[in-house]
T-cell receptor
Framework: SAVISQKPSRDICQRGTSLTIQCQVDSQVTMMFWYRQQPGQSLTLIATANQGSEATYESGFVIDKFPISRPNLTFSTLTVSNMSPEDSSIYLC?????????FGQGTRLTVV | AQKVTQAQTEISVVEKEDVTLDCVYETRDTTYYLFWYKQPPSGELVFLIRRNSFDEQNEISGRYSWNFQKSTSSFNFTITASQVVDSAVYFCALSEVTRSGTYKYIFGTGTRLKVLA
């Protein structure tokens, strides 16, 4: 299995600020995925991050709002920029390892 | 379009009752994977099972069992003799290969299970 460490686990932020979420995997993986789970909702894929190239964003998500870095095969960051209360969600990092998706513990973000 | 439907938003049962969570999916692919995940109140997603589209054999793991039927595009999950610790949100998910060769996961809206003591 793949073990994912995600930081921070939770944060309360002021609107207009930015938060960077870190995701560390204990195995080298080609693709890393970032999901958003709004309160009481399902998971929605934000983007797919491939090492050495720009992330691929899903419809409704843009790089200016959710810039992603993928400097190596075990690490990625997601930044939530210029936050508003609507960004209050759980953000989850995920990797696919041997045809199984593994998830970090999630970052519970509250924007006030 | 690919889609996963979990029609049951919330289910409440009394401890020791059996409960079945429904999952219906739509896909045009012949090769795909189906998953169930559990999300307890703490928020993390816990993997429960993966099933590929060529394996329709039902599976049992302890109190958990899964019924995969391609003819009805369903992948239902049954918990036998439910316990309070089973209280969580359960997500069904579909994994397909994208044009670029990567796998994309599509999640259902989840079923919140409440097991009452």
């Amino acid at each position: 299995s793949a073990v994912i460490s995600q930081k921070p686990s939770r944060d309360i932020c002021q609107r207009g600020t930015s938060l960077t979420i870190q995701c560390q995997v204990d195995s080298q993986v080609t693709m890393m995925f970032w999901y958003r789970q709004q309160p009481g909702q399902s998971l929605t894929l934000i983007a797919t991050a491939n090492q050495g190239s720009e992330a691929t964003y899903e419809s409704g998500f843009v790089i200016d709002k959710f810039p992603i870095s993928r400097p190596n095969l075990t690490f990625s960051t997601l930044t939530v920029s210029n936050m508003s209360p609507e960004d209050s969600s759980i953000y989850l990092c995920s990797v696919e390892y041997r045809r199984e998706a593994f998830f970090g513990q999630g970052t519970r973000l509250t924007v006030v | 379009a690919q889609k996963v439907t979990q029609a049951q938003t919330e289910i409440s049962v009394v401890e020791k009752e059996d409960v079945t969570l429904d999952c219906v999916y739509e896909t045009r692919d012949t090769t795909y994977y189906l998953f169930w995940y559990k999300q307890p109140p703490s928020g993390e997603l816990v993997f429960l099972i993966r099933r590929n589209s060529f394996d329709e054999q039902n599976e049992i793991s302890g109190r958990y069992s899964w019924n995969f039927q391609k003819s009805t595009s369903s992948f239902n999950f049954t918990i036998t003799a439910s316990q309070v610790v089973d209280s969580a949100v359960y997500f069904c998910a579909l994994s397909e290969v994208t044009r670029s060769g990567t796998y994309k996961y599509i999640f259902g809206t989840g079923t919140r299970l409440k097991v009452l003591a």
